[in-house]
T-cell receptor
Framework: EAQVTQNPRYLITVTGKKLTVTCSQNMNHEYMSWYRQDPGLGLRQIYYSMNVEVTDKGDVPEGYKVSRKEKRNFPLILESPSPNQTSLYFC????????????????FGNGTRLTVT | AQKITQTQPGMFVQEKEAVTLDCTYDTSDQSYGLFWYKQPSSGEMIFLIY??????QNATEGRYSLNFQKARKSANLVISASQLGDSAMYFCAMRGFRSKLVFGTGTRLLVSP
């Protein structure tokens, strides 16, 4: 089954304790992205990657790191989490294609609900 | 820059009736795509329907159709024959050439028996 898999689904941690949220897709998609969703603010892009070893900042990259060593994986790293990073996080992927992706829907993982105390 | 506006924070509809969720957009791109996603209370984001800027016909996917009016820059989602399981948040989004997906703030739909 074609899917984007995020782990864990729920995570409670303390300020300053490094954590990684994993994301993997089995659709051979070039494009992968991380979003966070907060009440009243909608979905905001954190980082994205157009292909292996190519990553770029989104709208709210501060406090996050990513890497794209393999096409299928795009982990999100919080080196020193803070309470303002408490949020619902989504990983997503899509084709890029000749047309440049405007006609490619993003396929989302099931989300990771992170609480930082 | 691209922008999506959803002006209805919440909508109510009775089961089996049709409902229209509004979406307007702004972009300077000639090529772009418009998408609708559903987010049930369980939290996942489900892709519903896509409309390309060059598509002359309105997109349809089962009970979902997209009323695309390019001159008005609107891309309203129409759900026919609403079901209780349609109760969810609905997000309109757009994507330009090699660019990110930009979301609206969403509309919460509640379907009553």
């Amino acid at each position: 089954e074609a899917q984007v898999t995020q782990n864990p689904r729920y995570l409670i941690t303390v300020t300053g304790k490094k954590l990684t949220v994993t994301c993997s897709q089995n659709m051979n998609h070039e494009y992968m992205s991380w979003y966070r969703q907060d009440p009243g603010l909608g979905l905001r892009q954190i980082y994205y990657s157009m292909n292996v070893e190519v990553t770029d900042k989104g709208d709210v990259p501060e406090g996050y790191k990513v890497s794209r060593k393999e096409k299928r994986n795009f982990p999100l790293i919080l080196e020193s989490p803070s309470p303002n990073q408490t949020s619902l996080y989504f990983c997503a992927s899509s084709l890029v294609g000749v047309e440049g992706s405007y006609n490619s829907p993003l396929h989302f993982g099931n989300g990771t609900r992170l609480t930082v105390t | 820059a691209q922008k999506i506006t959803q002006t209805q924070p919440g909508m109510f509809v009775q089961e089996k009736e049709a409902v229209t969720l509004d979406c307007t957009y702004d972009t300077s791109d000639q090529s772009y795509g418009l998408f609708w996603y559903k987010q049930p209370s369980s939290g996942e984001m489900i892709f519903l329907i896509y409309q390309g800027s060059y598509d002359e016909q309105n997109a349809t996917e089962g009970r979902y159709s997209l009323n695309f009016q390019k001159a008005r820059k609107s891309a309203n989602l129409v759900i026919s024959a609403s079901q209780l399981g349609d109760s969810a948040m609905y997000f309109c989004a757009m994507r330009g050439f090699r660019s990110k997906l930009v979301f609206g703030t969403g509309t919460r739909l509640l379907v009553s028996p």
